[in-house]
C-alpha cells in the first residue's frame, strides 16, 4: 500500500478525528482521507469494516488498521518525533495532559459537543461541566512551559488534543482566565486547523443543534 488513508467523520462534529489529523498535517505526513458521515444508515457498517472499535478515526496503513485518535497521533510521532517535546520530562506531561483528555471530561464533553457551524451563544451548564472548565484551565496552567504560545513552547500532539476544546469554549462563549483565552485564541488561529474548519462549514449533513 502506498500512503496511509485516515478515516474522519463529519468535519463539523468529530473531535477524536479532528486530533490525528491535525498531528499527521504537522508532521508532514502524506495521507488520503476519507470521510464517513456520522448517524446515517450505513455508518456502523462502514464503520465496523475498518475496525471491531465501530468508530473514527481509524488510520489504514500497510501494516494494518489503528483505531483510536491517540494511538494513530503514536503513530504519527514515531515517524515524526517531534511531535513531543524533545525534552523527556516535559514530553511525560505533554502525554500525561494528552491522556488526561482523552479519557476525562466528560461533562464538559456531553454538555458541549463540538460544531463548528453552531452559532456562537452561551448555553446553561451543570455545576460539573463548570467545574471541568475550571480543571481544564488548571492543567493548562500547571503545565505552561511560557517558551512559546502552544503548551510545550512548540506545537505537540497535547495541542491536538485541546483544540477541539478551544471551538468548544468559543462556540459556547465560555468565560476564561486571560492566559486560557490567548491559548485558545492561538489554537484558534492555527492555519492547519483553520484548513479543518473551513472544511467543516461547507458540509450539509443534518447534525443536532446544540
Ligand atoms: N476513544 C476513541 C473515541 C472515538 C469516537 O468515539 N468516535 C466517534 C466519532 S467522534 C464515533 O466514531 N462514534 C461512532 C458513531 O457515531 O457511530 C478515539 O479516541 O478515537
Same mark, same amino acid.
Given at each position: 500500500?502506498?500512503?496511509?488513508?485516515?478515516?474522519?467523520?463529519?468535519?463539523?462534529?468529530?473531535?477524536?478525528?479532528?486530533?490525528?489529523?491535525?498531528?499527521?498535517?504537522?508532521?508532514?505526513?502524506?495521507?488520503?482521507?476519507?470521510?464517513?458521515?456520522?448517524?446515517?444508515? @450505513?455508518?456502523?457498517?462502514? %464503520?465496523?469494516?475498518?475496525?471491531? $472499535?465501530?468508530?473514527?478515526? +481509524?488510520?489504514?496503513? &500497510? /501494516?494494518?488498521?489503528?483505531?483510536?485518535?491517540?494511538?494513530?497521533?503514536?503513530?504519527?510521532?514515531?515517524?515524526?518525533?517531534?511531535?513531543?517535546?524533545?525534552?523527556?520530562?516535559?514530553?511525560?506531561?505533554?502525554?500525561?495532559?494528552?491522556?488526561?483528555?482523552?479519557?476525562?471530561?466528560?461533562?464538559?464533553?456531553? @454538555?458541549?459537543?463540538?460544531? %463548528?457551524?453552531?452559532?456562537?451563544? $452561551?448555553?446553561?451548564?451543570? +455545576?460539573?461541566?463548570? &467545574? /471541568?472548565?475550571?480543571?481544564?484551565?488548571?492543567?493548562?496552567?500547571?503545565?505552561?512551559?511560557?517558551?512559546?504560545?502552544?503548551?510545550?513552547?512548540?506545537?505537540?500532539?497535547?495541542?491536538?488534543?485541546?483544540?477541539?476544546?478551544?471551538?468548544?469554549?468559543?462556540?459556547?462563549?465560555?468565560?476564561?482566565?486571560?492566559?486560557?483565552?490567548?491559548?485558545?485564541?492561538?489554537?484558534?488561529?492555527?492555519?492547519?486547523?483553520?484548513?479543518?474548519?473551513?472544511? &467543516?462549514?461547507?458540509?450539509?449533513?443534518?447534525?443536532?443543534?446544540?
Amino acid at each position: 500500500m502506498s500512503r496511509p488513508v485516515l478515516h474522519i467523520g463529519n468535519k463539523r462534529l468529530s473531535t477524536w478525528s479532528l486530533r490525528p489529523w491535525l498531528a499527521l498535517k504537522k508532521a508532514g505526513i502524506d495521507f488520503g482521507e476519507h470521510l464517513i458521515p456520522l448517524d446515517q444508515e @450505513e455508518t456502523r457498517d462502514q %464503520l465496523l469494516a475498518l475496525s471491531p $472499535a465501530a468508530t473514527v478515526p +481509524v488510520l489504514e496503513t &500497510a /501494516d494494518g488498521n489503528v483505531w483510536d485518535s491517540l494511538a494513530i497521533c503514536e503513530w504519527a510521532a514515531e515517524q515524526a518525533p517531534s511531535l513531543w517535546p524533545e525534552d523527556a520530562a516535559l514530553r511525560a506531561r505533554a502525554r500525561a495532559i494528552a491522556a488526561s483528555m482523552h479519557s476525562g471530561f466528560s461533562a464538559l464533553r456531553s @454538555e458541549l459537543p463540538m460544531d %463548528l457551524q453552531r452559532e456562537h451563544t $452561551a448555553k446553561d451548564m451543570s +455545576v460539573a461541566c463548570w &467545574a /471541568d472548565i475550571e480543571r481544564m484551565q488548571a492543567l493548562w496552567a500547571h503545565v505552561k512551559t511560557g517558551d512559546g504560545p502552544f503548551l510545550f513552547g512548540e506545537w505537540s500532539i497535547a495541542d491536538a488534543f485541546f483544540t477541539p476544546v478551544a471551538t468548544r469554549f468559543e462556540t459556547y462563549c465560555v468565560p476564561l482566565s486571560t492566559d486560557a483565552a490567548a491559548y485558545v485564541k492561538t489554537l484558534l488561529a492555527d492555519p492547519v486547523y483553520n484548513d479543518w474548519h473551513a472544511a &467543516a462549514r461547507l458540509e450539509t449533513w443534518d447534525a443536532p443543534r446544540h
